[in-house]
C-alpha cells in the first residue's frame, strides 16, 4: 500500500494535536490583530491627522451613532445567552456605560448622551443624528451584522468579539490629543465621550480577556477566538469602507 494512502488513514496521534497555547501566548495572538485595528484605517488617520472637512467630520459623528446605539443592544444580546451570573453582574455595567442610570442618588447620562453632545459640537442637530437619516446602507448592514451575531453566537464568543477594545484606549487617545489642535471650531465639552472611554475601555478589556483567555482553553478553540476577533476588527473596517465611499478620503 502506498504510504500517502497509509498516512491518510492514519488516525491522529496525541503527537499530531497542536498544544493549547499559554495564557501569555495566546494573549499576545489576540494583541498581534491589532494590525488590522480600524485605527489605521485611511479615513480614521485623515480624521486624527487634522485632514477632514467638517462634513466629513460630521459624517462619521452621524454615521458613528448608528453603531453607539447598537452598543448596549449586542450587550443585550449576549447576556441573553449567558447563564453565568458572575459574568452577567460584570458585564450589565456596559449597558448602562452607554444607556446611563440613575441609582441610589448617582445620576450618569451615559456614552449615548455624550455621543449627541458631540454630535451638537460638531454641529449636528439630535433630530438630525437621532433619525438616523445621514447613515448609509452599508454602515448599517456592518452594524446589524455584529449585532446578529452576538444574538447567535455562543456567548463566549460574543465577548470575545468585544476584545477589539484590547486597542480602544490608543484610538480615543489620539483623538484627544490631535482633535482640538486640528478642528478648533468643535466645542471642547463634545469630547466627553473619548475621555470617559479611555478608563471604561481598560476595564472592560480586563473583563472580556479574563473570560477569553478561561474559556478558549484548546488550540483550536483558541484560533476560533482569533477568527471572532478577526471578524470584528472586519466589521469596524467595513465601517469606515462605508464612510470613505459616502464622504470622500482627503490626502495630504
Same mark, same amino acid.
Not at 127 to 139: S, T
Not at 176 to 187: D, K, R, S, V
Not at 229 to 245: E, H, P, S, V, Y
Given at each position: 500500500?502506498?504510504?500517502?494512502?497509509?498516512?491518510?488513514?492514519?488516525?491522529?496521534?496525541?503527537?499530531?494535536?497542536?498544544? @493549547?497555547?499559554? %495564557?501569555?501566548?495566546?494573549?499576545?495572538?489576540?494583541?498581534?490583530?491589532?494590525?488590522? #485595528?480600524?485605527?489605521?484605517?485611511?479615513?480614521?488617520?485623515?480624521?486624527?491627522?487634522?485632514?477632514?472637512?467638517?462634513?466629513?467630520?460630521? =459624517?462619521?459623528? @452621524?454615521?458613528?451613532? #448608528? #453603531?453607539?446605539?447598537?452598543?448596549?443592544?449586542?450587550?443585550?444580546?449576549?447576556?441573553?445567552?449567558?447563564?453565568?451570573?458572575?459574568?452577567?453582574? =460584570?458585564?450589565?455595567?456596559?449597558?448602562?456605560?452607554?444607556?446611563?442610570?440613575?441609582?441610589?442618588?448617582?445620576?450618569?447620562?451615559?456614552?449615548?448622551?455624550?455621543?449627541?453632545?458631540?454630535?451638537? @459640537?460638531? =454641529?449636528?442637530?439630535?433630530?438630525?443624528?437621532?433619525?438616523?437619516?445621514?447613515?448609509?446602507?452599508?454602515?448599517?448592514?456592518?452594524?446589524?451584522?455584529?449585532?446578529?451575531?452576538?444574538?447567535?453566537?455562543?456567548?463566549?464568543?460574543?465577548?470575545?468579539?468585544?476584545?477589539?477594545?484590547?486597542?480602544?484606549?490608543?484610538?480615543?487617545?489620539?483623538?484627544?490629543?490631535?482633535?482640538?489642535?486640528?478642528? =478648533?471650531?468643535?466645542?471642547?465639552?463634545?469630547?466627553?465621550?473619548?475621555?470617559?472611554?479611555?478608563? +471604561?475601555?481598560?476595564?472592560?478589556?480586563?473583563?472580556?480577556? @479574563?473570560?477569553?483567555?478561561? %474559556?478558549?482553553?484548546?488550540?483550536?478553540?483558541?484560533?476560533?477566538?482569533?477568527?471572532?476577533? +478577526?471578524?470584528?476588527?472586519?466589521?469596524?473596517?467595513?465601517?469606515?469602507?462605508?464612510?470613505?465611499?459616502?464622504?470622500?478620503?482627503?490626502?495630504?
Amino acid at each position: 500500500m502506498r504510504a500517502d494512502i497509509i498516512q491518510a488513514n492514519r488516525r491522529p496521534t496525541p503527537a499530531d494535536i497542536e498544544a @493549547a497555547w499559554t %495564557h501569555a501566548e495566546f494573549e499576545a495572538q489576540l494583541r498581534e490583530r491589532g494590525r488590522s #485595528y480600524h485605527i489605521h484605517h485611511p479615513f480614521n488617520v485623515m480624521l486624527n491627522t487634522g485632514h477632514a472637512t467638517p462634513e466629513q467630520v460630521r =459624517g462619521w459623528v @452621524a454615521n458613528r451613532f #448608528y #453603531y453607539q446605539i447598537a452598543i448596549p443592544i449586542k450587550d443585550a444580546a449576549l447576556l441573553s445567552n449567558c447563564p453565568d451570573p458572575r459574568v452577567r453582574r =460584570g458585564w450589565v455595567q456596559r449597558i448602562l456605560d452607554h444607556d446611563g442610570f440613575e441609582l441610589g442618588g448617582i445620576r450618569d447620562e451615559g456614552g449615548i448622551e455624550a455621543w449627541l453632545r458631540l454630535a451638537e @459640537a460638531v =454641529g449636528l442637530t439630535r433630530d438630525e443624528v437621532l433619525d438616523l437619516r445621514h447613515v448609509v446602507p452599508a454602515m448599517r448592514y456592518a452594524v446589524d451584522a455584529y449585532v446578529n451575531f452576538a444574538r447567535r453566537a455562543p456567548w463566549q464568543e460574543a465577548v470575545c468579539s468585544s476584545l477589539t477594545e484590547l486597542f480602544a484606549p490608543e484610538i480615543h487617545k489620539q483623538r484627544l490629543a490631535t482633535w482640538p489642535e486640528h478642528y =478648533g471650531w468643535i466645542e471642547p465639552g463634545g469630547l466627553t465621550y473619548f475621555r470617559s472611554r479611555v478608563s +471604561q475601555a481598560r476595564r472592560d478589556v480586563e473583563q472580556g480577556l @479574563a473570560v477569553t483567555l478561561e %474559556h478558549f482553553t484548546t488550540r483550536p478553540l483558541q484560533k476560533r477566538a482569533l477568527e471572532v476577533l +478577526q471578524f470584528k476588527l472586519d466589521i469596524l473596517w467595513a465601517m469606515n469602507d462605508a464612510m470613505a465611499l459616502r464622504y470622500g478620503v482627503n490626502t495630504p
